[in-house]
């Protein structure tokens, strides 16, 4: 199965100047784990997840100490060159406190590549792309739900190639 016959085409997006309470209650609202940064010609520049939220919220609240050190091990050559810096913490906008660097899948990947990077990257959501423009996402979810509809959808084994998921469809 593929990843275009899984995934949300024309995802729920923002960019990077949208404010982080915005950001937060689009999350909440549509009870979704994470959210595409996109450029005005709809290119993927990152994403805000609920990990990066809640990581600004626990740092909002480490005592001044304990940010001092971060802020200096970011700056020190221990620290090395960091592309995201401390201050995500303190981040205002979905651009402050995205992650940039994306693991991503294309719309004719299989589903078994999705669950592989699921586990391995330990992500909730992967956005899809064809070059450089985002024109979908996955969820862990929607490979559960494909599996709940009909288990044999997800057999990856060879001889059996697995049928198209159909929601609503119930085998037999």
Aim: hydrophobic residues 35%; negative net charge.
């Amino acid at each position: 199965m593929r990843i275009r016959d899984l995934m949300t085409a024309d995802p729920r997006q923002i960019h990077a100047d949208t404010p982080i309470p915005e950001v937060a209650r689009l999350m909440v609202e549509h009870r979704i784990n994470g959210v595409p940064v996109v450029s005005g010609e709809g290119h993927l520049e990152g994403i805000v997840t609920t990990g990066d939220l809640t990581h600004r919220l626990a740092d909002e609240r480490i005592e001044q100490r304990e940010s001092w050190w971060k802020e200096s091990y970011y700056r020190s050559p221990i620290g090395g060159a960091r592309d995201e810096g401390p201050n995500r913490a303190s981040g205002r906008t979905a651009g402050e406190v995205m992650t940039r660097k994306l693991v991503t899948l294309g719309p004719d990947d299989d589903m078994t590549l999705a669950a592989r990077m699921f586990l391995e990257h330990g992500v909730q959501a992967l956005p899809v792309v064809e070059g450089e423009r985002l024109v979908g996402i996955i969820s862990r979810f929607d490979l559960l739900a494909c599996l709940a509809e009909d288990p044999g959808c997800c057999n990856p084994f060879p001889g059996g190639e697995g049928r198209p998921c159909v929601p609503g469809h119930r085998p037999g």
